[in-house]
């Protein structure tokens, strides 16, 4: 059989043109089955509790459901890893706090490339943190832990969620200003991590309000302090670490959500108008006052917002962990 060399360019052509269709034919039909989001930390945790409270307008706003799954491990890096290597379709997304700009300088080797790896959906929520201890640990205030810490050290233990993990980054800077080294205890999330404080195996955490609120307001944990310069409505009498001695003291845990690198563009926006359409619902915008975690204005709930955010917290955190002399082989 022969073959015309212009019949064979038109068959390519339609080919191309058929390959060009279908694809603007699936972007349309984005979502036409349910979208992961995948979460970096254990169940029940802070962000765990965020994604699974924005999946279900997010859901509404797509058509769709959003199903969240928990890919945890290494401060967030094994969840940013799986999504880095997902099939940039739409139906894999990402979930993930400030650790995503602190893991290039924590890690010695990292997977992924925050920059290059994504696409941006969007800003999502900034959520302040809190010092907690079991409900029976002996001091009672502030300047009591600080003389107890001096006295015990490293026999007080500290639970984090892992190198990376904010609950990681803000026990740090705690021990730093404190001028003490704690026994430090990782978990998955602080979701167990919780548990066990509640169990009384670890003495100390700090964490988001996402989680805490709830459990300093039905006295199921102490509170020492919260981590931002001005106290929080939703905890008004909780005095800040700042205004107790460790002056400056400020920790607030800013979110984002992402797509592999490729994710087209129109599947990027629809994305983007779900997200932008969860964090305006009134339930959403309520539960997140009740828990003092802002939601941040509309231009960063963008690519571009996102994008920019990172960057300059890439930038910010780099040199700052690189003196520190922290990271992870
Ligand atoms: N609080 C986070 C979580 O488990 C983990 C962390 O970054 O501390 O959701």
Redesign the pocket.
């Given at each position: 059989m022969k073959f015309r060399l212009s019949t064979l360019l038109r068959t390519g052509a339609a080919v191309a043109a058929l390959g060009v269709s279908t694809l603007a034919l699936s972007q349309a039909a984005f979502p036409d089955k349910p979208v992961s989001l995948i979460?970096?930390?254990?169940a029940?945790?802070?962000?765990?509790?965020?994604a699974r409270m924005i999946a279900i307008p997010m859901g509404k706003a797509l058509g769709q459901t959003v199903l969240i799954e928990n890919a945890v491990g290494a401060?967030?890096t094994i969840a940013a890893t799986k999504v880095a290597r997902a099939a940039p379709t739409g139906y894999t997304i990402f979930i993930h706090?400030m650790?995503m700009s602190t893991a290039p300088a924590l890690y010695k080797k990292l997977s992924f490339d925050p920059l290059k790896d994504y696409e941006y959906i969007g800003q999502v929520v900034d959520v302040p943190m809190t010092l907690l201890a079991r409900k029976d640990f002996p001091p009672t205030n502030f300047p009591e832990l600080a003389a107890y810490l001096k006295a015990n050290g490293n026999k007080v233990s500290l639970a984090?969620?892992?190198l990376?993990?904010?609950?990681?980054?803000?026990g740090l800077l705690f021990m730093s200003q404190m001028g003490v080294e704690l026994n430090t205890i990782p978990?998955?999330?602080?979701?167990?991590?919780m548990n066990a404080l509640l169990g009384g195996q670890v003495d100390l955490l700090?964490?988001?309000t996402?989680?805490t609120v709830p459990m300093i307001k039905d006295g199921r944990v102490k509170v020492y302090g919260v981590t931002t310069l001005n106290r929080l409505s939703a905890l008004p009498n909780v005095p800040t670490l700042s205004e107790q001695g460790l002056k400056g003291f400020e920790v607030k845990?800013w979110h984002g959500m992402y797509a592999p690198k490729g994710t087209p563009a129109p599947v990027i926006e629809k994305l983007n108008a779900a997200l932008r359409a969860a964090m305006q619902d009134p339930v959403i915008k309520q539960r997140l006052a009740e828990l003092s975690s802002d939601i941040p204005p509309m231009d960063k709930i963008s690519s571009a917002g996102l994008k920019t955010h990172l960057e300059a917290e890439i930038n910010k955190w780099g040199p700052v962990i690189k003196k520190a002399g922290i990271y992870a082989d």
């Open positions: 979460v970096p930390f254990a029940g945790g802070p962000t765990d509790v965020v401060g967030g706090h650790g984090n969620a892992g990376g993990a904010v609950s990681h980054l803000c978990y998955s999330g602080t979701g167990p991590a700090c964490d988001q996402t989680q845990v």
